[in-house]
């Protein structure tokens, strides 16, 4: 259909053999789950059932960041059913203080019998279409290792990092005491204040995920909890004394293994964290074994797991006699198809960040060697005036690269995931000269990120 564009609701494409590339609509809902249901299970294991409640939520049209409209998929007219498809959801990341828009493809599957054919990446090109229309400066996806690299994709910012808490470890409650701390379920009245809570927490992050009270109202009564997706919000609380929250978390609502799963847990300012921690750790313990476990092969219940990133101050009050096993993050891939509007977007920070190094006022141009392509920068008394794409190929006896990345790695470097001296040691293709390397240093420092699926 070349008249109408990818990201268009009636936009269809015939693939060949009864296979059509098209978007969804609200009646395809069973025949998707279906789909998902039988991919996402193991060899001897029944139908998903988790992942069909999951895909009725999104295409409910009561999700707030995507529709039932809103999954790109691969039907064969032959049979009728749904052999490959995924959705596109959206959401902001903060980059120390901008907002960026993103897009996420999330639940991505394609039927047995149907695979190595090309219909993942025909399903990406509306996903992406759709989310370039849209303005989104960034994709974001959680998956399987080296796979979405096919599409664009870097491995670019920290995605959780864990440390576990054995239950056997957890200070039992002196005999005869009360419990000073208590948890609490957190209630639709309670989102301006578990808000606040939250952006506390995120605030010690460079690139991290604001929530709306939208979502939180969402997460906290409009999700099926027998989907297994979100968290329970709870809030901690002084005992005998509810109605005042001193710190939130969120904790899966299933358990897949031996261990419980905390993904984000706050305490506010002035309250020691060593005081209110073992509190928090009994109240999880006790419900650690309640949980609902889809498989029932699942291990017994032993330990809680911490996943609240790189670093956290609840690791520090914990302590490695307390929580002495520790997983480094995953990473989110990321893909910018436009590398220079996303650096001119975030100018503000990075003039500031250049403002405070030894390079403040820096009058220069620096051209960066992507070896497929690249990007020159230009600066104007530390101002960045000039962001465009550049290619030193395209010049016989023009400028020299000032620095070079292969293709994708510079993703790294904006998102802070690694430092420019890590990115030197790893990659033997990158350098910086001079100046450049001052620059570059300056404005993307390694930093901690969390950045959580808004699901």
């Excluded at 190595?116 to 370039?132: K, N, Q």
Aim: aromatic share 10%; hydrophobic share 40%; with cysteine.
């Amino acid at each position: 259909m070349p008249n109408i564009p990818l990201h268009d609701p009636s936009y269809r494409r015939e693939l060949g053999n009864g296979l059509v590339l098209r978007w969804s609509a609200a009646s395809d809902h069973e025949r998707i789950s279906t789909l998902y249901s039988e991919v996402f299970r193991g060899k001897d294991d029944p139908p998903n059932q988790g992942v069909i409640v999951w895909t009725r939520d999104l295409m409910s049209g009561r999700h707030p960041h995507l529709g039932p409209g809103d999954f790109a998929l691969v039907e064969d007219t032959n049979s009728g059913a749904v052999v490959a498809a995924t959705c596109l959801l959206r959401q902001q990341w903060d980059y120390a203080g901008i907002s960026i828009p993103i897009g996420r493809p999330e639940i991505v599957a394609s039927a047995p019998g149907y695979r190595e054919r090309g219909l993942v990446r025909a399903i990406f090109e509306l996903i992406h279409a759709r989310s370039d229309a849209e303005e989104h400066m960034a994709q974001a996806i959680t998956g399987i290792g080296y796979y979405y690299r096919q599409f664009g994709y870097e491995y670019a910012l920290d995605l959780g990092g864990w440390r576990a808490v054995f239950i056997s470890a957890i200070p039992p409650l002196a005999e005869g005491a009360a419990e000073p701390y208590v948890l609490r379920p957190a209630t639709v009245a309670d989102i301006p204040q578990v808000l606040v809570l939250y952006d506390q927490d995120r605030a010690m992050r460079e690139v991290s995920t604001p929530m709306s009270a939208e979502y939180l109202r969402w997460m906290i009564e409009g999700q099926n909890s027998a989907s297994g997706e979100g968290w329970d919000t709870q809030l901690i609380v002084q005992a005998g004394a509810p109605e005042k929250p001193l710190g939130y978390l969120f904790s899966r609502r299933h358990r897949w293994g031996n261990d419980m799963a905390i993904v984000a847990l706050h305490i506010a300012p002035g309250l020691p964290l060593p005081s209110v921690l073992p509190s928090v750790l009994r109240a999880l313990a006790a419900q650690g074994p309640q949980l609902h476990t889809p498989n029932a092969k699942t291990p017994p219940f032993d330990r809680l797991l911490l996943g609240l990133g790189r670093t956290h101050p609840v690791y520090d009050a914990l302590g490695e006699q307390l929580a002495p096993l520790y997983e480094p993050p995953y990473a989110w891939y990321v893909r910018v198809r436009d590398v220079p509007a996303l650096l001119r977007h975030l100018a503000p920070v990075l003039e500031a960040r250049l403002a405070a190094s030894p390079m403040a006022g820096l009058s220069d141009e620096l051209r960066l060697d992507f070896y497929r392509g690249g990007l020159r920068l230009v600066f104007e008394q530390g101002r960045l005036q000039l962001a465009e794409p550049w290619n030193v190929r395209a010049v016989q006896y023009g400028p020299r690269p000032t620095a070079a990345f292969p293709p994708l790695v510079f993703l790294q470097l904006l998102f802070g995931r690694r430092s420019l001296a890590e990115l030197r040691e790893a990659f033997p293709d990158v350098r910086a000269d001079g100046n450049t390397r001052l620059v570059l240093e300056a404005m993307f420092p390694a930093d901690i990120s969390w950045a959580i699926p808004l699901d």
